[in-house]
T-cell receptor
Framework: NAGVTQTPKFQVLKTGQSMTLQCAQD?????MYWYRQDPGMGLRLIYY???????DKGEVPNGYNVSRLNKREFSLRLESAAPSQTSVYFC??????????FGSGTRLTVV | QKEVEQNSGPLSVPEGAIASLNCTYS??????FFWYRQYSGKSPELIMF????GDKEDGRFTAQLNKASQYVSLLIRDSQPSDSATYLC????????????FGPGTRLSVLP
């Protein structure tokens, strides 16, 4: 049982480059989330998808787009990366039971 | 005022002692409260959740909730060096998206 799988684990981008972070869950969860984690700031919600076919902005959506491709997959796209987007990104999912299940994270550096 | 606040620490306790981690929240309508543990370089993992005022115990962990004071805490009894981690307090914001708001975390160091 893989849980939540995120790829890639590490990435270095140049300012202005684009990339997509992939996330997939195999727990049949309805809700999926993208958070970023920065020192001293905690986890901040970027976008979420309450169910397949829906997406909503979170606390810090600027500079990001998302796609809920199907129930399993929820991707995060940076169209034009900026140094301020250097962070650790976590995907999470939630089913009926309490609490999130997190992926292992993507450490992104924008230079 | 941040929605969820925690003392960033580090909180240092000797092995075998009780570690007390505190969290306050601003939204009086919040209903569900969660504690996550995050080891350095790893993803957060759920330790406990609590809905009702009072205490909830699970092994060496006890969560305490006081909605009137908008305060939730986590006690770790018989602290072990393996408990050294950052502890994140999370509050469920609403029922639609099941969104959680996280505090910045408290770094706990258990000294052998």
């Amino acid at each position: 049982n893989a849980g939540v799988t995120q790829t890639p684990k590490f990435q270095v981008l140049k300012t202005g480059q684009s990339m997509t972070l992939q996330c997939a869950q195999d727990m049949n969860h309805n809700s999926m989330y993208w958070y970023r984690q920065d020192p001293g700031m905690g986890l901040r919600l970027i976008y979420y998808s309450a169910s397949e076919g829906t997406t909503d902005k979170g606390e810090v959506p600027n500079g990001y787009n998302v796609s809920r491709l199907n129930k399993r997959e929820f991707s995060l796209r940076l169209e034009s990366a900026a140094p301020s987007q250097t962070s650790v990104y976590f995907c999470a999912s939630k089913g009926i039971s309490q609490g999130y299940t997190f992926g292992s994270g993507t450490r992104l550096t924008v230079v | 005022q941040k929605e969820v606040e925690q003392n960033s620490g580090p909180l240092s306790v000797p092995e075998g002692a009780i570690a007390s981690l505190n969290c306050t929240y601003s939204d009086r309508g919040s209903q569900s409260f969660f504690w996550y543990r995050q080891y350095s370089g790893k993803s957060p993992e759920l330790i406990m959740f609590i809905y009702s005022n009072g205490d909830k115990e699970d092994g060496r962990f006890t969560a305490q909730l006081n909605k009137a004071s908008q305060y939730v805490s986590l006690l770790i009894r018989d602290s072990q060096p393996s408990d050294s981690a950052t502890y994140l307090c999370a509050v469920k914001r609403d029922n639609y998206g099941q969104n959680f708001v996280f505090g910045p975390g408290t770094r706990l160091s258990v000294l052998p």
